[in-house]
């Protein structure tokens, strides 16, 4: 009868998953598949643990090593992704799942096997920045249509009141026909907006490890490039290039993405918006400020619960869009954060979202 070993051991010398055994008491290789000698391409000498951790992006090492230190016999631990430049030059994103097992001889044996996901993080960062372009762009929008309609529909409602004794059917006609297509076109941007954060709210949350600046900075650049559109200035800083956490990029955005759409929405023209990223020994502070009218005292103590009264009509008469507080202080809380806020009326606002940091 075929013993199971040599039949796992044919199947992964025949998978193109990268498989490996390595002897921590030993210090060398076991066994290694054609799979890792094709993609790695190196000399049998040179595939040291040492060699091979050298190819693996500054950034990422900490992170490998603490989920190596972490493991302990009959533990497996899968999905840890990290990124290496090989002999090519090329950056490659990888992902990891081993297995300790103790010998009873006491020797340790580390199994597993590497993935190349390098095309398929690729195609999946297209699709992110492409969706967070489409969120920022349709906040900017959002400001720049309903603003507008706001107003016509707050004018309609004055002249209504100012020639209401006037006995003309075609001007009253007019006049009511103008008010009920800005209400209608008020309530389609409204509608598209929420029913846009509702189905992204509504898909599960898959948390990676991700570079907070490389995600951060290129989105607020899509409010920085429309100043003279909404006629703020936009502001972003950050204690370092290379900040990273465990966070669902798109649900994260969202959160970031609305609280910067209510801060245009009352912050007068000429004021400033600004995004910062403070990097602490445990934790990420995010501060999201505003230079605008600020949150009034009575909307404080309940700005977070689920059917609060501190929905506001923006300074150009936005409609309240968006996600809600509720919502977000919830998103926040499943990345294991917590969000809060100080506000004075007519002094701005400042949100504070605190995270922990991944190594």
Not at 260 to 270: C, H, L, R, W, Y
Request: glycine letters at 6%; proline letters at 3%.
């Amino acid at each position: 009868m075929t013993q199971p070993s040599s039949i796992l051991l044919s199947l992964a010398d025949h998978d193109q998953r990268i498989y490996f055994a390595f002897n921590i008491s030993t210090d060398a290789f076991v066994y290694l598949n054609p799979a890792f000698n094709l993609f790695f391409q190196m000399n049998p000498i040179e595939l040291t643990p040492k060699h091979l951790f050298s190819m693996v992006h500054r950034d990422d090492r900490n992170y490998l090593k603490s989920a190596y230190v972490m493991m302990k016999a009959g533990m497996f631990k899968k999905n840890i992704e990290f990124r290496m430049t090989l002999s090519d030059k090329k950056e490659y994103t990888l992902r990891l799942s081993m297995f300790l097992k103790q010998e009873e001889n006491n020797e340790r044996i580390l199994t597993g096997y590497l993935e190349d996901i390098t095309v398929e993080r690729e195609y999946a960062k297209k699709i992110e920045e492409l969706s967070n372009k489409k969120n920022a762009i349709l906040n900017i929008l959002s400001h720049d249509l309903a603003g507008p309609l706001g107003s016509i529909q707050h004018f309609t409602y004055i002249l209504n009141k100012k020639i209401g004794k006037i006995e003309d059917p075609q001007i009253n006609m007019m006049i009511s026909s103008i008010e009920k297509i800005s209400k209608r076109c008020i309530q389609m941007i409204q509608d598209f907006i929420k029913l846009e954060f509702i189905e992204s709210v509504g898909v599960d949350m898959v948390k990676q490890r991700k570079n907070l600046i490389e995600i951060l900075q290129p989105f607020f650049k899509e409010y920085e490039e429309s100043q003279s559109q909404t006629g703020k200035i936009f502001n972003f800083f950050s204690t370092g290039q290379h900040i990273y956490a465990e966070v669902d990029e798109s649900k994260f955005l969202q959160v970031i993405n609305n609280l910067i759409s209510n801060a245009i929405k009352f912050t007068e023209d000429g004021g400033a918006i600004n995004l910062s990223v403070n990097e602490g020994s445990e934790t990420i502070l995010i501060e999201i400020t505003d230079t605008g009218i600020g949150i009034p005292q009575k909307f404080h103590a309940n700005l977070f619960e689920k059917f609060s009264n501190a929905r506001r009509t923006g300074l150009k008469g936005e409609p309240s869009v968006g996600l809600g507080m509720s919502i977000i202080k919830t998103i926040v809380e499943w990345h294991r954060g917590k969000i809060w806020f100080k506000s004075e009326e007519n002094m701005g606002s400042t949100f504070y979202i605190e995270i922990a940091k991944s190594k």
